[in-house]
């Protein structure tokens, strides 16, 4: 019976799907910022963050309101994350409707979400609906390319 419940499970939550939405959320919980917090801090959660990304990972942003940028790579990436969390005071991020659907080789998955960002303590969030590609590299799910979605409204 117990083997049965356990065989349940595994059809009804995937062990990939589980580790990515982990994954996401641990990515966003290290993109904020507490009020006030210590620079040095600031710098190695730009670090840790990045560590969610594969080494080549792209990023295609084209945010309301902001330019539009690409980044390619790590380093690149490391570099505006520093930037951008050196600038903030206080950051929430929150991660919502998020659908991932794993490929069939089980080493790629695409995953579909919006993300919301408050930032400096603001009550007006920045609401961006985000498309990633994701890659198993070492038996990790990694970031591997980030789109913003446009909606009908931009």
Request: proline share 3%; no cysteine.
């Amino acid at each position: 019976m117990l083997a049965l419940g356990f065989w349940i499970l595994q059809i009804l939550f995937p062990g990939d799907e589980k580790r990515i939405r982990k994954m996401l959320a641990e990515a966003a919980q290290t993109a904020g910022i507490k009020a006030n917090e210590n620079p040095l801090f600031k710098l190695a959660a730009a670090k840790k963050l990045v560590g969610f990304f594969s080494p080549d990972a792209v990023l295609k942003l084209d945010v309301s309101g902001v330019d539009a940028r690409s980044i390619n790579g790590r380093d690149d990436l490391l570099q505006a994350v520093a930037a951008a969390l050196a600038s903030l005071q206080e950051a929430r991020i929150q991660l919502r409707e998020i659908h991932v659907n794993v490929g069939p080789d089980k080493q790629s998955a695409t995953a579909q979400l919006v993300a919301t960002a408050y930032l400096n303590g603001g009550s007006d969030p920045m609401v961006q609906e985000l498309k990633l590609q994701l890659r198993k590299i070492d038996g990790h799910w990694k970031i591997a390319q980030v789109e913003t979605v446009k909606t009908l409204g931009m």
